[in-house]
């Protein structure tokens, strides 16, 4: 990524780890929930307008269909909108190695404040 060994840490901070594995939420939960939410909708539609729940199938279809279509959009946008952020946090830790020292390591005894208890 960069020549320069002093801001490579942070560098390696916005990449994932080789052996990442997303969960079943992560790939599939905005493709399945939303459809099957929206065929929800239409469902309670029907219910609260004293229908059977079959009554007008054409619109569960339809509106599941929108719902997959406006989910799939979504998730690429988003998709897209963090490699676009990744991207410019990358270029600026590049530009400006500077403000990124090497963070020096610490003991938590040093971090924390020493305690006294109050009785």
Known sequence: M???PDIQWAL???TTE???QPSLWEKYGLIV???LTVFGGACLRNTLLNRPLYAGFQVHIVTTLAGFLVAYKL???TNNQFAK???MLRHYVTLHPEDFPKPERKKWSEVFEPWYPIR
């Open 75 to 77: 998730r690429e946008f």
């Open 18 to 20: 080789p052996d990442y």
């Open 2 to 4: 960069s020549n320069n």
């Open 85 to 87: 952020r990744d991207q």
């Open 12 to 14: 390696d901070i916005l």
């Open 33 to 35: 929930g939303l459809p």
